[in-house]
C-alpha cells in the first residue's frame, strides 16, 4: 500500500510541476525588482506555466547560479540594466559555464540602455556582435508604427516570423498577417556558427546606428549594419540542447505592446501578436517546445523476435527502428518530420556504409516510430547504428548502438552440391576419382604374364 502511495504521490508532483522539461527554477535580473513591473502579464504567463521565478538585481546577495557544483536555476532572464558589469556572479565565464552545464537564457535588450559588457562578451563567445559602442538603435523609415513612432522611426512594425525554407519546425504560429512591434531596437549580428539561428531579421530598409553621435546625419560607412545584415531576434542551441535567445527589444514585452494598436505606413490600424510571440520565444528558449525524445530503439534480424543482440553476421538481413516523441507545452506527442526533411540511419565503421532514410511504421498517442530494413555490408569489424538528426528549433537527437559484424563461419557456407554452377566441377571430380580408383584396381589385381623356361 505504501508503494502504491508513493506512486501516486509522485504521478501528481509529475502533473503540478512545471511544463519545461528541464527545471522550473527561473532567475530574473533587472536594474530594479520594480522596473519588472511593466512586463507583468509576461511574467504572469510564465507563472500560470508553473516556473518559479526569482527576481534579483545584479548586486543582490546571494545571488549565485552555482552551489556545490549544481546549478541554482534552470533559466534565466536578463533584462535591460544600467550598470557596466553584472558583477562577480555574472560573469561571461560563468554564463558559459551556466550553458554547458545545460541552463537556458532569455536576454532582452534595449537602446534606451547601453548592453552590458559582460552579456556583450557572453554573446560574442556564441558568434553574435553587438556594436562596439554598445549602443544602436535600429530604425525603419518604410516600416514603423505611424501612431507612437511616426516622427522617430523608431518603432517597427513586422510581420511575425515564418520558416524560411524546407526542414524547419515553424517557430511562430500566429495568425496568417499578425505583426510585431518592437520599440527601440538594438541590432545585432550573427556569426557563422551552425548553432545560431536567426528567427527575425531586420527588412532591408532599415538600418542600425547610434542616436548621440549620430543624430545630426548618418554616414553610411558609419553604420553598424543595415538590411538582413541585423538580427532583431535571434536563437543559438548549444551541442546539448541547452538554449539562448536574443531579443533586440525588451519593450516589445512589456504590457503597453502585448496588445497595442499600430499601423504602417498607408496601412490599416491592426493589433500586435507580441503577447503570443513572446510565448512561443519563452517557450522554445525554456524548453516548453521543440524538445524531442528517444522512447527506444531497436535492432534485430529479420524475422526474429531477440532484440538488439551484440553480433551479426556480414550479408544479414536486419530491421532497425527508433521511437520518438515532440513535448509541446504540456504532453508528448508523436514526432513529425517537416516537409521536405528527412531522418536517417547511418551504418557506419569509420565512415558510413549506408545512409538510409527512416520511414514512419507505427504510431502511438505520443510517439512515431521510425525504421527500415537492409542487408548488412560484405565487411567484418566493429560497427555503429547511428541516428544524428540536429535541426533548428528542435533539441539535437545522436544515438549510437554499436555492434560486432562477424565474417560467414566455416559450417556456414552453402555446400557445394547446393550450387548448381558446381555441378559440372563435382562430376569432374567424381570422374577423376572413379578413374583413379578403377585403374589403382586393375593395377593391382592384375599379375604379369609368366616368364617363359629357357632350354
Not at 506512486?7 to 532567475?27: E, G, N, P, Q, W
Not at 541552463?103 to 532582452?108: D, E, P, R, S, V
Not at 524538445?291 to 550479408?315: A, C, D, F, M, Q
Request: charged share 20%.
Amino acid at each position: 500500500m505504501r508503494s502504491l502511495l508513493s506512486v501516486a504521490v509522485l504521478l501528481f508532483a509529475a502533473i503540478v510541476s512545471a511544463v519545461s522539461t528541464t527545471d522550473d527554477r527561473l532567475l530574473v535580473v533587472a536594474d530594479d525588482v520594480a522596473d519588472t513591473e511593466a512586463y507583468g502579464e509576461f511574467f504572469e504567463d510564465l507563472e500560470s506555466r508553473k516556473f518559479n521565478i526569482d527576481y534579483k538585481t545584479p548586486k543582490s546577495e546571494g545571488l549565485e547560479l552555482f552551489r556545490l557544483g549544481e546549478r541554482t536555476y534552470g533559466h534565466l532572464v536578463f533584462l535591460p540594466t544600467k550598470v557596466k558589469a553584472l558583477g562577480p556572479q555574472l560573469t561571461p565565464n560563468i554564463l558559459i559555464d551556466f550553458v554547458n552545464a545545460g541552463g537556458n537564457i532569455l536576454i532582452a535588450q534595449s537602446s534606451t540602455h547601453p548592453s552590458s559588457t559582460s552579456i556583450v562578451s557572453f554573446l560574442n563567445e556564441l558568434g553574435i556582435s553587438f556594436p562596439v559602442e554598445r549602443t544602436g538603435l535600429v530604425v525603419d523609415h518604410f516600416n514603423h508604427d505611424t501612431v507612437s513612432a511616426s516622427e522617430k522611426h523608431d518603432v517597427l512594425v513586422l510581420d511575425a516570423p515564418t520558416p524560411v525554407r524546407a526542414g524547419i519546425k515553424p517557430f511562430f504560429s500566429g495568425n496568417e498577417g499578425a505583426v510585431l512591434a518592437l520599440p527601440h531596437t538594438v541590432g545585432h549580428t550573427l556569426g557563422a556558427g551552425q548553432l545560431l539561428t536567426p528567427i527575425l531579421r531586420a527588412p532591408r530598409t532599415a538600418y542600425s546606428y547610434n542616436p548621440k553621435e549620430q543624430s545630426e546625419a548618418v554616414d553610411p560607412d558609419e553604420l553598424f549594419g543595415a538590411g538582413a545584415q541585423l538580427g532583431l531576434v535571434s536563437a543559438f542551441q548549444a551541442r546539448n540542447s541547452a538554449r539562448v535567445a536574443v531579443l533586440g527589444s525588451a519593450e516589445m514585452l512589456q504590457d503597453k505592446w502585448f496588445a497595442a494598436k499600430v499601423a504602417r505606413e498607408g496601412g490599416k490600424e491592426t493589433v500586435t501578436a507580441n503577447r503570443e510571440f513572446a510565448k512561443m520565444l519563452s517557450g522554445w528558449v525554456f524548453q516548453e517546445i521543440g524538445v524531442l525524445r528517444v522512447n527506444g530503439i531497436e535492432h534485430r534480424l529479420k524475422g526474429e523476435n531477440e532484440t538488439n543482440p551484440s553480433i551479426y553476421r556480414v550479408k544479414n538481413e536486419v530491421t532497425y527502428s527508433i521511437s520518438l516523441s515532440e513535448y509541446s507545452w504540456d504532453s508528448w506527442k508523436p514526432f513529425t518530420l517537416p516537409d521536405s526533411d528527412a531522418l536517417q540511419l547511418e551504418f557506419s565503421m569509420l565512415s558510413p556504409f549506408h545512409r538510409l532514410d527512416l520511414h514512419p511504421i507505427d504510431a502511438t498517442p505520443s510517439a512515431t516510430v521510425y525504421g527500415t530494413s537492409f542487408t548488412l555490408p560484405d565487411q567484418h569489424g566493429i560497427f555503429n547504428f547511428r541516428v544524428n538528426y540536429k535541426r533548428p528549433f528542435l533539441t539535437n537527437v545522436d544515438e549510437k548502438r554499436t555492434v560486432s559484424v562477424r565474417h560467414i563461419a566455416h559450417d556456414e557456407w552453402p555446400r557445394s552440391f547446393v550450387i548448381s554452377g558446381a555441378w559440372p566441377w563435382i562430376s569432374g571430380i567424381g570422374a577423376t576419382v572413379t578413374g583413379f580408383v578403377a585403374f589403382c584396381a586393375v593395377w593391382v589385381y592384375s599379375r604379369p604374364a609368366p616368364a617363359k623356361k629357357t632350354q
